[in-house]
């Protein structure tokens, strides 16, 4: 994907064009993103909203200094991060509240899947398992398909420590799989298309 069309009407000034293709170029992997860092469909639907409005409102201020996609990335995982830090911030739930105990009567029952979609599934659980850190460079890696370096760049840290998180990150995915007998992933890594398409 080429970004000399979006460049070329931002510097026209056709902000509203230019808005348009980045939406339709980047609304999916944006929304991937902020799924795979927030763990939560519904959430990621309305934090993808949020982050297409600072998009929005950011296009005249945007001068090129990076990539139109590494400068989407950025504004998506700092909006994502907040969150995460906002969430955090909030009190537990506790067992005893009547909206718990309705949302776990919810639940489907668990069930036997096909081997493509209950990889995918199980390789959700284990991702939400990981410690953030290690999340976040899985789902840039693997489900953005992004270069080490562009990890790096994204997540503000060194070559080294993004190649270190995820040789780790992929061995606790290994270990929790193998703990996890429920589960039908014993090595989520040999299922890239459950990984990609999460």
Not at 2 to 19: G, I, K, Q, S, V
Not at 22 to 43: I, N, P, T, Y
Request: a neutral charge.
């Amino acid at each position: 994907m080429t970004e000399a069309e979006p460049c070329r009407l931002l510097e026209a000034r056709d902000y509203h064009a230019a808005f348009e293709w980045l939406l339709e170029h980047f609304r999916d992997k944006v929304f991937r993103l902020a799924c795979g860092l927030l763990q939560d469909e519904s959430q990621a639907e309305d934090m993808t909203q949020d982050i297409f409005l600072r998009i929005w409102k950011g296009l005249p201020g945007y001068h090129g200094q990076a990539s139109l996609s590494t400068w989407i990335y950025a504004i998506a995982r700092n909006a994502c991060f907040t969150e995460l830090k906002r969430r955090a911030a909030r009190p537990t739930v506790s067992l005893d509240d009547p909206g718990w105990e309705h949302a776990a009567n919810s639940l489907p029952a668990p069930r036997p899947a096909d081997a493509e979609a209950g990889a995918e599934s199980d390789v959700r659980v284990l991702l939400a398992r990981l410690p953030e850190k290690y999340r976040q460079v899985i789902t840039l890696f693997y489900l953005e398909q992004k270069a080490y370096d562009e990890v790096a760049a994204l997540l503000g840290m060194p070559l080294g420590t993004v190649k270190t998180f995820l040789f780790r990150a992929r061995r606790e995915l290994c270990r929790l799989a193998a703990r996890s007998p429920v589960l039908g992933v014993s090595n989520p890594i040999r299922h890239p298309h459950a990984l990609s398409q999460l």
